[in-house]
Structures are given as structure tokens and as C-alpha cells.
């Protein structure tokens, strides 16, 4: 049973480009959050989405991010416009269920950085 | 929002050493989780805990829920063992809030 997948793992943009993660959840998992890492910080919550629906975006940041999850695909994290503040690792993770019993798995993230 | 302290921050162990991992929590909690985020930045599930003990390998963790903290303990270290651990408790219905870790390096 494959785990959450991401890619790309690596992602290199020049400031005022776009930046486009994705995130397959894992098989079975409808639920899928996204978490923002800084450098020698702890994951900070961003978005919580089930199929076709954003439940939680109140961690991600009002201007140039946006998330989704459609039907079919994978789940989508886009940034518009990066700036170099953007630098991060982002996680996706999934779970079979929400509500706060919920056991999330990761995935293995994905390290952007903005030249 | 609930807060959570990870001690100690830093712990360096020689190949072999035993150590204790601690996860503080300030309110009452049905989940919680460990992590390890090894050298290459992949964040790995240890456990999923909300009360009591578990055991996997090398590796067990204990959580008491009712004096809100929870233990990692880590026997026979190696040097495979090193990166950052993570605990991790709900912060709101599905949000995962994470502490600040304990940065481990296991010296050969």
C-alpha cells in the first residue's frame, strides 16, 4: 500500500514565478491537509481539503497561495508570484477520516526554494 | 490555541546509549503523535498514542494523557536514529499542532 506521494521533491523557481505541489493522498484517504515547514522550525498548518471542497484554509496566507483538490488527481498547492520568504518545505498529509482521533500520515515533502 | 514543548532540544548520545524523549502539552488531548524527520528531511510516523504504551523495535513511547505529556524512548541508539523528533497533538478539529523538536545525533 503506497504511502502519501509528492512531487516534485525538489523545486527550484525564480521570484515572481509560480510553483505548483502536488500530493497523492494515500489509497483510501479522502482527507488531505497541507503543512508548511521553515528552516529549524516545527510544521505549521495551512490547508485542510476533502474532494472538491476547502474545509480549513485559516493557515495559508490570503494572497498568491491557493489549494485544491479535485475529483480526479491530485491534491494541488499553488504559489503565485514566489518570494524568497516562500522558501520552505511543504507536507502533505492524508487521513481516512477527519475530526481531532484522526492519524495522519505524511508524505515525504517537497523543499522549494526561490532564487 | 494548546501549546506544546518538546525537551531537550538538542541531545547528542553515543551509539549504544539509551534516551527519553519528553512532549509537553498545556490541554487535554485524543491524539497524539510522534515523528521522525531524519537527514534527508522525510517525515516518518513512529506513533499514533493518545494514552498508554506502545512498543516498536527499539523504539516506545508512553503518553498520560490526564498529566498532559508523553514520552519517546529510544534504547541501543544508532546512528540511523539521528534527525529531529517530533510530537504532535490536535490543535483544532484537524489541524496537527507540532512542537519544536528534539534534534538528536547519534555519534558512532
Known amino acids: 500500500n503506497a504511502g502519501v506521494m509528492q512531487n516534485p521533491r525538489h523545486l527550484v523557481r525564480r521570484r515572481g514565478q509560480e510553483a505548483r505541489l502536488r500530493c497523492s493522498p494515500m489509497?483510501?484517504?479522502?482527507?488531505v491537509y497541507w503543512y508548511r515547514q521553515l528552516p529549524e522550525e516545527g510544521l505549521k498548518f495551512m490547508v485542510y481539503?476533502?474532494?472538491?471542497?476547502?474545509?480549513?484554509e485559516s493557515g495559508m496566507p490570503k494572497e498568491r497561495f491557493s489549494a485544491e483538490f479535485p475529483k480526479e488527481g491530485p491534491s494541488i498547492l499553488r504559489i503565485q508570484q514566489v518570494v524568497r520568504g516562500d522558501s520552505a518545505a511543504y507536507f502533505c498529509?492524508?487521513?481516512?477520516?477527519?475530526?481531532?482521533?484522526?492519524?495522519?500520515?505524511f508524505g515525504p515533502g517537497t523543499r522549494l526554494t526561490v532564487l | 490555541g494548546i501549546q506544546v514543548e518538546q525537551s531537550p532540544p538538542d541531545l547528542i548520545l553515543q551509539e549504544g546509549a539509551n534516551s527519553t524523549l519528553r512532549c509537553n502539552f498545556s490541554?487535554?488531548?485524543?491524539?497524539l503523535q510522534w515523528f521522525h524527520q531524519n537527514p534527508w528531511g522525510q517525515l516518518i510516523n513512529l506513533f499514533y498514542?493518545?494514552?498508554g504504551t506502545k512498543q516498536n523495535g527499539r523504539l516506545s513511547a508512553t503518553t498520560v494523557a490526564t498529566e498532559r505529556y508523553s514520552l519517546l524512548y529510544i534504547s541501543s541508539s544508532q546512528t540511523t536514529d539521528s534527525g529531529v523528533y517530533f510530537c504532535a497533538v490536535p490543535q483544532g478539529d484537524w489541524d496537527m499542532r507540532f512542537g519544536a523538536g528534539t534534534r538528536l545525533t547519534v555519534k558512532p
Open positions: 489509497k483510501g484517504h479522502s482527507h
Open positions: 498529509a492524508s487521513s481516512d477520516t477527519s475530526g481531532t482521533y484522526n492519524e495522519q500520515f
Open positions: 490541554d487535554s488531548v485524543n491524539n
Open positions: 481539503l476533502q474532494k472538491e471542497n476547502i474545509i480549513d
Open positions: 498514542i493518545p494514552s
